[in-house]
């Protein structure tokens, strides 16, 4: 078995309150797949996130990225491979333009120059945005600045994309054009969501946290027919959506 | 949540003024008004050719009379201040329209008045006629301190988010019986700005995290390289 992009190993963690948030997190995530991270609100799916670049530090358990582990050490390479996109654009777009903000990503990494720019436009290029590269955050709408934060991500070349809740505030519309993008993109992704027929949509995988453990590791289908699981944590299907009645499933 | 034009300051426009490069603008602006700062109170006449110049790039700017003065309001605590001093400050009086006022008072405030009107006009054409953007490069060209320009280039980027939040605050304080405009209502408009506060405190704390995210490791990138 190839060694896995993502490999989570008994990852328990607590807050500074004493509040135990995680109590022993297995997962993995291989090369390629497209995994829905699911569950209730509390459940620690953002403090599991946090611990994969190593904001938050393990309090006991290992967090290995494509076998390099999240350590002090290594954390300028981790956070390399593993690109996280916050629910919040504004909290990712701090520079005065789309361009200074996609570059910042690969300056820190150090890239200059003419390699930085073709970084850059090629990143904007991957999420439809490269027409508005030298336009200021401020101006772009709110489906377009979840894209540019999308871009400033992926000019850092990661090995896994990590999107907190995509889809949230997006119009239909957006909601749209983030899918095709995430579709076209070669990238792995580890997708927190509580959009379930995005993560139907999106997502061959399902992995639902709920109180700090992993509670089911499945295909999609599997999780959204399984009535029992879902409502033993707070998971429900929107009003009028059947995952039965959807002829073809997105591998 | 639609896109926003944000400049509230910047007048768009394609003037020799709004042309001219920003560091020099900012040097022009402080040369002015170091000389219009140290011309004596009295030298009435040598003001005269000061207002005239500035009137005169505020007319070759092309930015209209109208855009600018009702943003001229900012002065307004200083004028009132300066009408203040005649009648709050000491030493011999005089007589002016039959009211008794100190004449030193009444000279310095003439003086404040006259001097803080043409710096607050001459800063609101800099303001009209250069981006934001273009300002902090021209700051950097005149070496500022790197850290202060990385200030102002997040104050500038989120000024509009802050505003924009407080603009909603205020709209759910109106939609719930509370005038912001009346002093009853004072202490609850001072405990929403604490709440905001608190807010854009957090919200520095997550950009941080995204700039941790992105491999920042205590420097920001330099200038050149991240244009």
Known sequence: MTTPVLDVRGLAFAYPDGHQALFGVDLHVHRGERVALLGPNGAGKTTLVLHLNGILAAGRGSVTVSGLPVAKEHLKEIRRRVGIVFQDPDDQLFLGTVRQDVAFGPANLGLKGAALDRRVMDALDRVGMADFVDRPPHHLSYGQRRRVAVATVLAMEPEILVLDEPSSNLDPASRRELADILRSLDVTVLMVTHDLPYALELCPRSIVLSEGVVVADRPTFDVLTDDELMSAHRLELPWGFDPRRIDSLPR | ?227
Not at chain 2, 38 to 61: D, H, K, M
Not at chain 2, 205 to 221: I, K, N, Q, T
């Open chain 2, 1 to 227: 949540m639609g896109a926003g034009h944000g400049h509230r300051l910047h007048f768009h426009g394609h003037s020799p003024v709004h042309r001219a490069p920003a560091h020099l603008k900012v040097l022009a602006l402080l040369g002015f008004m170091l000389v219009v700062v140290a011309t004596p109170r009295q030298a009435y006449a040598v003001f005269a050719p000061w207002a005239a110049v500035l009137l005169g790039v505020v007319a070759l700017s092309r930015v209209p009379v109208r855009y600018l003065l009702p943003r001229m309001v900012v002065e307004v605590p200083f004028v009132v201040f300066a009408v203040l001093m005649p009648f709050i400050a000491h030493g011999p009086q005089t007589e002016v329209l039959g009211v008794s006022v100190s004449e030193p008072g009444l000279v310095a405030g003439v003086a404040l008045l006259i001097k803080g009107t043409i710096g607050v006009l001459a800063s609101l054409t800099l303001a009209a006629t250069t981006e934001p953007q273009d300002l902090i490069r021209g700051l950097q060209r005149l070496r500022t301190p790197d850290l202060v320009v990385q200030i102002m280039g997040f104050m500038i980027r989120y000024l509009d988010v802050v505003t924009a939040e407080l603009g909603r605050m205020m709209t759910a304080l109106r939609s719930r019986g509370c005038d912001p405009r009346s002093p009853r209502h004072w202490p609850v408009l001072a405990r929403s700005l604490g709440a905001l506060f608190i807010r854009s405190y957090e919200r520095g704390e997550r950009v941080h995290l995204a700039m941790l995210s992105r491999g920042y490791d205590g420097r920001l990138p330099q200038s050149g390289e991240v244009r």
